[in-house]
């Protein structure tokens, strides 16, 4: 058949499927939360359907081996200072209000929510429907409506699909409106900025708008969760997990850039998931169907199984460089930003599990990337020092890798490893996590992946991976238990005198700086910053947890 013919079978079977949509009652579901005279409404199209579609509507490049690529602009990471929740007096008691949790009045959300609306008018939009959480007595069904094709894809790829005989009478338990090119007008809407995320848990109705990075579509189903499920006796975790051959379930708590995919993701192992999951009474059960991994300098040496995703049909590339001409990836190239992205079905993965279960965890990893290099590079925590640490939710940022950002290193604390998604006071799943240990007999292990032997762009050099893998190996199979412990002298954790395939000298911190006195002063700068960062906590938490605590004098 002759190209030009192709084409024109293309579009004729393409405006068949939209006069289709435009004449579909299905737009009475779209019209309860808000949204008529749509052109069309593509309801649930597969991932050849939406890669169509998006080439067709010229948002984003194939590269080689597949994968869709795409930019997003000045947006290429969250926008945390433009989140809202809305101020409903029926959950204004449970939510904690502040930085990370402001208030909006139902008035302004109205106001966008009819804006969103007006908008999209005359126009197509893209639904999927989807469950957030693996445990069928758990998860939630979600509705993600978009504006653009590719986003479709990026929540298909994110969350759980339906099977089909439940896509007829699906009823959404939450509803994600999503339309990256409508601004609000700033303080004139209520808001701070073009940028909005907004969530109504009244109305059980999310509005993004003014951005185009992805994440905040994920996030924003992380962020309902995480206020729904300590209310049905569920713990929300910013974490991935995975399980061994005996069925040793594993937890790895950790922030972006701190190793939680890539550790995660251990062929000797299966994958449960990457990043969100809950541990409730039936044990770990993940909230997505995919992964969204930082692809920044990937490599197929190091992370083979992450790096192979890149170059397959599905996947969506976020601000990844694309070659022109050969469509080939640079992996390595950050003129977009530090935080390019892959996301990808969970089975992209080798060796994942088919339910996203498994059973209640027998260790629990925390991750930090102490770019500061003084924090030992495993330790096994008493279930005190657990929930500090867990509350403190430490790690540092480099310089270099974000705007703004000087030359030297920045501690940063995010309680629970997510405090930008917690609508809930931390202690509410501090207290949690410690009654789950303790019901479980939980060894908890935290695992530093940041630097030794000096701090970040002065004399220190990145943990290798491969000491990493063996030790949180070592840990998870069992090998440690026995070991030495030591106790740091500046931090109180205990550290294994030995670990099979990593050298002693690696354990020991202070050990592999070649300027004792250069330690000893960034040691204790570094306590300082902990001691000031836990007084927050200190009103919710017990004597014994305050003892297990990093204390300023060594």
Known sequence: MPLSTERDDFENRRERRVAMNRLSPDQADLRACGLSNLRATHWNLTEGQLYEEAIRRGEGTIAAGGAFAVTTGEHTGRSPNDKFIVDHASYRGDVDWGKVNRPIAAEAFDILHQRAAAYLQGREVFVQDC??????????????????????????????????????????????????????????????SGTFVLVDFERRLVLIGGTWYAGEIKKSVFGILNFLLPAQGVLPMHCSANVGAGGDAAIFFGLSGTGKTTLSADGTRTLIGDDEHGWGENGIFNFEGGCYAKVINLSAEAEPEIYATTGRFGTVLENVVVDPVTRRLDLDDNRYTENTRASYPIDFIPNTSATGTCDHPRNIVML??????????????????????????????????????????????????????????????GEMLRD?????????????????????????????IAYTRAMVRAALDGRLDGSELRQDDNFGLLVPAACPDVPTTVLDPRTAWQDKGAYDLTARELRGRFVDNFKQFEDFVDDGVKAAGVRTAA
């Open 131 to 192: 469950y957030a959480g693996a445990d069928p007595a758990f998860r939630l069904p979600i509705r993600v409506i978009t504006e653009t094709a590719w986003h479709n894809l990026f929540a298909r790829n994110m969350f759980i699909q339906p099977p089909a005989a439940e896509l007829a009478g699906f009823e959404p338990g939450f509803t994600i409106i999503q339309v990256p090119g409508l601004e609000a007008r700033g303080a004139e809407d209520g808001v701070n």
């Open 436 to 464: 789950q240990m303790a019901k479980h007999q939980a060894t908890c292990w935290l695992v530093n992946t940041g630097w030794s032997g000096g701090r970040a762009g002065d004399a220190g050099e990145r943990m290798k």
């Open 368 to 429: 930090t990337a102490d770019a500061f290099g003084v924090l030992p590079p495993i330790s096994r925590l008493t279930p005190e020092q657990a929930m500090y640490h867990f509350l403190s939710g430490y790690t540092a940022r480099v310089a270099g890798t974000e705007k703004g950002l000087g030359s030297e290193p920045q501690a940063t604390f995010s309680t629970c490893f997510g405090a930008p998604f917690m609508p809930r006071h931390p202690s509410v799943y």
